[in-house]
């Protein structure tokens, strides 16, 4: 390759200037000591974090989505990876379909997938529960982790696993021992996806949200509506803060292991 | 009774019959090689004895008893694979170890067998290191030790030797032959490199399209070939075509147009008169010989200690010659002749 050059590397500035700034643009607004929001913010203060941690309802909103989010994750990981390696044993057309049925949440749009889990959720009395959230959030996550997990067993050599049985490994010895330490790498990786996803997922957690069970994005959300304080702003970075380590998480075990 | 019995075992795919109804018979300790060409059922027949694939019908018997419907797990058996399949997340330790943790064996126990696997190998020092980190040569010998250190019942190897270069490719050959006789295992070695076979094998079964066309020693196999197709797989030949002139116990001549005299040699089993048939002449046996057949040098390869001659008779027959340097006529036309007892008179393979 040869080296970029002067417009090139500006045209990649500017492209990710495109990316972060809206994003970054929020941490300043937590520092404001005004009670508007206000962009550059003219005095600073942590005032917003003292009433953020102050209030009962906003923690309690953190800690529903750490909850939902811890979950969502555990679970999808768990179907998505059984998934991921039953497909490769499918007839091709049946793989085709399952393939496409698996990808089906990230290609719907959301706000449908909204009205029919809610019609849904309501019948099974679900609404308003946590349980019915972590279900949402899981099938949202699922193809992630079907995406990640299959591109590790793609390059998993299957005769590692005949190698093992043939050692007199049963089934779940196999696993354990031979296929999970390999694709462990995809696994985290998909894992780390589904934690993000359902943590700043936000239409299906106001359509199935109740009172009990309010994600941090749906207490912004709310709050924005009645008053905008730059204790949204504050809100927002701890979210992205967690995102950020969770991302960076999933990327230092997948370099250690690769 | 044979440690290893295959009795009438088939393999279909679909419309492609992958084995014939085949039997075989290894005895303990011995060491048996599956030798053909690609597509000659031999992998498939291997990956049956190691459960890794049901038969379509027939049954597998190791030392007497029916395992055909018992899983690979369960089968006790050694498997060596053609890249060798080691756990790349595991030490060259607990790679040895694997089989002996999935049968629960006493920790102290574990050390002294793998410690004693890894010497058998010549890698005593290796356990801490990363199978990524050892050459080809050394990550063979892991997969070997992994598979013996188990005690299987039948070592499987498939082409164990295939992604080694020639020469560590030898040194590993005479290093399991060394190993085979030190300390006799029941073995089913599987390559399609003629050399392997003759160097590490007590038995040869050379098959093709799914069934065995001969099984023998490798001097039987070399010296009385069931058939064409044997004759070409092992060693060079001169195969002169023909048809059966007369036939008695033990002797028959071969008329082959514009040869002159027919040629005689020892009959293969199931031919008949005026059946089309060859005669295999290994080439080290046609020598100069004053009075005999005429014929024309076509070509000269130097070869070292030895010399090639490629000849051709007044009626166009050509026969390779393999003669000591030494012993080589400088002539462009010489006589030649072999002893009739060293010829096969053998079918053509269809």
Known sequence: MTPAGAWTKAFAAFVAALVVVPVLATVPL????QSFVRLPPQNWSLRWWGAFFADPSWLRALATSLEVATLSCLLSVMAGTSAALALPRLGPRVRALANGLFLGPLIAPVIVLAVGLYALARALGLVGSTIGLVLAHTM?????VVM?????????DPRLALAASGLGAGPWRVFFTVVLPSILPGVIGGGVFAFVTSFDEVVLAIFLAGPSVKTLPVRIWEEIRVEYTPVVAVAATIMIVLAGFGLAIGRLTARRRA | MSAVAFRGVTKRF?????LAPLDLDIASGEFVTLLGPSGSGKTTLLNICAGYLPPTSGS???GGRDVTALPARRRNIGMVFQNYALFPHLDVF?????GLRARKVAIAELRRRVQEALRT???DDFGARSVRSLSGGQQQRVALARAMVIEPDILLMDEPLGALDKQLRKDVQIEIRRMHVARPRTTLYVTHDQEEALVMSDRIAVMRQGRIVQLGTAQELYSRPADSFVA??????????????ALEEGRASLAVDGFGAPIEGRPARGLKVSDEACALIRPEHVRPVAGGRQARVLERLFLGEIVALRLVSPGGVELWSRLFSADAPQDDVIEIGWEKERVSILPEAS
Not at chain 1, 148 to 156: D, E, F, H, K, Q
Not at chain 2, 232 to 245: I, K, P, T, Y
């Open chain 2, 14 to 18: 679909d419309a492609f019959e992958a």
């Open chain 1, 140 to 144: 949202l996550a699922l193809p992630y």
């Open chain 2, 60 to 62: 597998l018997l190791i």
């Open chain 2, 94 to 98: 607990e790679n040895v170890a694997y």
């Open chain 1, 148 to 156: 990640n997990v299959g591109v590790s067993i793609a390059t998993l």
């Open chain 1, 30 to 33: 937590a520092f404001s000591a």
């Open chain 2, 232 to 245: 070409r797989f092992l060693g060079e030949s001169n195969l002169v075509r023909g048809r059966v002139a």
């Open chain 2, 121 to 123: 190998v010549r890698l």
